[in-house]
């Protein structure tokens, strides 16, 4: 997040002496990225940060890939994957490739026993179902439908849902994931025509802190296996921070549109960037008001990226048959496009409702076990009349 953020207590000036009432230390940590030279943030702990009791064991949670080369268009049916109890078996990753990976997941429960931390990936949770409370060590943030969730890697996090109705789509980004550099000026504020502006994006306010010893599970993930790693204290004990790593939420229905004489090309919906995927917000939004405009978006090739589709909520103009919760995958090589009859459809339409969020990603995408199962598999024919 390129804004300062500042929560708890913290001494006035960094790496100091900084002392607890009863005149012992704070543990201060510097949590930083890309070396030194990325985003930080200077934590203060009641406890050292680095007591490692017992690694209990390790196993991989690797996804398993069907195809590894793929040229076929796919739609799947992401309400088709089951709700788990468990927040982490409930992950279920359907494309990936070396940069990043898509993952759906259905969790009935919180995470009550353990703590999760995912060091090889920064995590972007979309929230389509539920709502509730994540937990991280650096301040908690409430969410709810059509959130999007910040979770840089290495970030402490537990996640509370009010109910065991929920739905994410997640992207593991294995680059940091950031706001779009061309929203923002020199010193990093978001510019006038950002579709968003620093007031839309929310911090954490507020802040878990325990002083408690004692065996704290803490789920690690590093190079797609989880260790499962006890600590001596509590992993929430930080009493202050300041800097510029942490997590944060953007609400899909505060990103405003960008709409046009004649149609828009999909980098005016852009949300997030990387330097190996792009992430965009396809909103409710007037039409183009041409008076020949089509609406519908051109045929096109990407040819150099594979295009995912995640249906939120809405009508979905350009496609016959999508529902909420599909996903298509348009792989990078062919042109893909409106289907029989949503051109013709489009014309006159002066709005939509539709509600999308679209991962395009540079490399091309592996198409994993979990997908193939709720994959429709003659998809890729859809296009003919
Ligand atoms: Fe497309």
């Given at each position: 997040m390129p804004f300062y953020h500042k929560l708890g207590k913290i001494p006035p000036k960094r790496h100091t002496q900084f002392k607890k009432p009863d005149g012992s230390f704070y543990y201060e940590q510097l949590f930083g990225t890309i070396g030194f030279d990325g985003m930080s943030t200077n934590s203060y702990h009641e406890q050292r940060p680095t007591q490692v009791k017992e690694i209990k064991k390790q196993y991989s949670v690797a996804p398993k890939v069907a195809k590894a080369n793929n040229m076929q268009s796919y739609r799947f049916h992401g309400f088709k994957v089951k709700p788990e109890n468990d927040y982490l078996d409930s992950r279920k990753t359907v494309l990936t490739n070396s940069d990043c990976s898509i993952i759906l997941a259905a969790p009935k429960k919180s995470t009550e026993d353990y703590f999760y931390k995912n060091t090889d990936a920064d995590e972007l949770i979309f929230v389509h179902k539920g709502s509730g409370k994540l937990r991280t060590h650096l301040g908690n943030l409430d969410f709810k439908y059509g959130d999007y969730l910040l979770v840089p890697r290495g970030i402490i996090y537990k996640i509370d849902f009010d109910t065991e109705d929920n739905r994410l789509f997640i992207v593991e980004s294995r680059r940091p994931i950031y706001t779009p550099k061309r929203y923002r000026n020199w010193f990093g504020q978001l510019l006038e025509h950002s579709p968003f502006c620093e007031r839309d994006l929310r911090q954490p306010q507020e802040l878990e802190t325990y002083n408690e010893s004692g065996e704290f599970l803490i789920k690690i993930k590093k190079q797609d296996d989880i260790f499962d790693m006890v600590y001596a204290?509590?992993?929430?004990?930080?009493?202050g921070y300041d800097g510029y790593n942490y997590p944060y939420a953007f609400s899909i229905h505060d990103f405003e549109p960008i709409t046009g004489r004649v149609h828009q090309p999909p980098p005016v919906h852009q949300t997030f960037e990387t330097d190996a995927f792009v992430v965009c917000s396809f909103v409710p939004r007037l039409y183009d008001y041409h008076p020949l405009a089509v609406p519908a978006p051109y045929n096109h090739s990407n040819i150099d990226s594979d295009e995912v589709l995640y249906y939120v909520d809405g009508d979905f103009m350009s496609r016959n048959d999508i529902d909420k919760g599909h996903i298509s995958l348009h792989p990078a090589g062919i042109p893909h496009g409106p289907h029989p009859g949503a051109m013709e459809r489009s014309i006159?339409?002066?709005?939509t409702d539709e509600l999308a969020v679209m991962v395009d990603t540079f490399k091309p995408l592996k198409v994993t076990e979990e997908a193939l199962k709720i994959a429709d598999g003659d998809y890729y024919k859809s296009w003919l009349e």
């Open positions: 204290s509590h992993p929430f004990d930080v009493v006159g339409k002066v709005k």
